[in-house]
């Protein structure tokens, strides 16, 4: 009996008889095979009660009827398996995966392999051997499974990149994340081709810069504030209403001995707390330690050896050295001098000049004093 060279159906002989057998036997097998539907392709055990038309891949180590039959599908029909053998590239649907799966290489797989190590991909648009991955969407949403996401982008060396580049009309406008290095960096460009450095995080060192000529702006939202803090303390805040405060009080300087500002401007002076109720008075200074310390410290005139930012003009003040001995020549120690480092005797020495304003007062005092004496004993001497 000749075949067709595909689904080997019987073909029709010249002068036949009973050529009905043979056409039923080539329908029956069409019925099988056409819009193929398994019911499995992994149970071995023929079922007990098949239903007329249902089919089966066989599989290997498979029983009863089917124990010779391995790769080949049965199917039941007018109460008895039939067998048909598939061939390269045949197509099912497979019930019991819920999935199209083709024969291949003498197997049944997916006809859809998984998406796994896969060259290209493009998602409404076209990828290409550059941009592997292309997708075009109003919106992309990465999800989470049952708690947190992270989106991870991996470089191979220091010098290599891995950033996030947003683009206007395809040109570059801002980039963000390891560019060239591993400080985290966010970058700004004008045209695409200009780039400029507008913050830079490493584990070490935080900093922000302005672009070409602009200003740099710390702004807070109206409603919180600036701060700033270091080793995970904040010490300094931009408050919500602009003013620049310590956030801990008499703890915070500003600059140091070491590191001076050259000049302060301000509308009006440096106010102090002086409120009796916070302070516990001691006593009241002597008129003759104040005359003492006037006598024992002379004013200088005098250049700073490392003003390298200023115009190199005399100024006028005081020596550390001569005011702390004049402290020691009258038993006196308060705060108009110490040592930067307490414990160091050998570190700089500072003064705070406005705590010699009640020593002149004191000192203004005793003179008037002894003024209005010797004004009373020229009167008397006058009318004598």
């Known amino acids: 009996m000749s075949l067709s060279p595909r689904l080997q159906l019987p073909y029709l002989a010249a002068g036949q008889a009973q050529k009905h057998v043979t056409l039923n036997e080539a329908l029956l097998a069409l019925d099988a095979v056409c819009q193929l539907v398994l019911k499995s392709t992994t149970i071995t055990a023929p079922p007990a009660m098949p239903a007329e038309g249902d089919c089966h891949a066989v599989p290997a180590g498979a029983s009863g009827a089917w124990t010779t039959k391995t790769g080949q599908i049965a199917g039941w029909f007018d109460g008895g398996w039939r067998f048909f053998t598939p061939r390269e590239g045949w197509l099912a649907w497979v019930a019991d995966a819920n999935a199209v799966m083709a024969f291949r290489a003498g197997i049944w797989q997916a006809a859809v392999p998984a998406l796994q ?125 602009g003013h620049l405060v310590p956030l801990a009080d008499n703890v915070s300087r500003l600059g140091g001995s070491g590191a001076r500002f050259q000049a302060v401007w301000a509308a009006t002076g440096t106010i102090q707390t002086s409120d009796q109720r916070e302070k516990t008075v001691e006593t009241r200074f002597a008129e003759a330690n104040a005359l003492a310390l006037l006598d024992a410290v002379s004013p200088v005139l005098f250049r700073w050896k490392r003003d390298a930012t200023g115009d190199g003009r005399l100024q006028a003040g005081f020596l550390a050295q001569e005011i702390k001995a004049a402290l020691d020549g009258v038993g006196l120690d308060f705060g108009v001098w110490g040592l930067e480092e307490p414990t160091e005797p050998e570190s700089r020495q500072w003064l705070r000049p406005d705590q010699l304003i009640p020593v002149l007062w004191a000192a203004l005092q005793a003179m008037r004093a002894e003024l209005q004496q010797v004004k009373a004993r020229l009167e008397v001497a006058s009318h004598a």
Do not use: C
Request: hydrophobic share 40%; glycine share 12%.
């Open 117 to 241: 190590n896969l060259v290209l991909l493009g998602i409404g648009t076209t990828a290409d051997a550059t941009t592997r991955l292309a997708v075009t969407s109003a919106i992309t949403r990465f999800d989470q499974e049952g708690g947190s996401h992270r989106v991870v982008v991996n470089k191979a060396a220091l010098a290599n990149t891995a950033s996030l580049l947003f683009q206007t009309g395809y040109s570059g406008r801002a980039e963000f994340g390891l560019t060239g290095s591993d400080a985290f960096q966010v970058k700004v460009s004008a045209d695409g081709n200009a780039w400029h450095d507008a913050l830079s995080a490493s584990p070490t060192q935080v900093t922000l810069q302005s672009v070409t000529s602009g200003n740099l702006r710390l702004m807070s939202n109206g409603t919180g504030s600036v701060r700033l803090g270091t080793g995970g303390t904040e010490r300094i805040a931009l408050d919500s209403t």
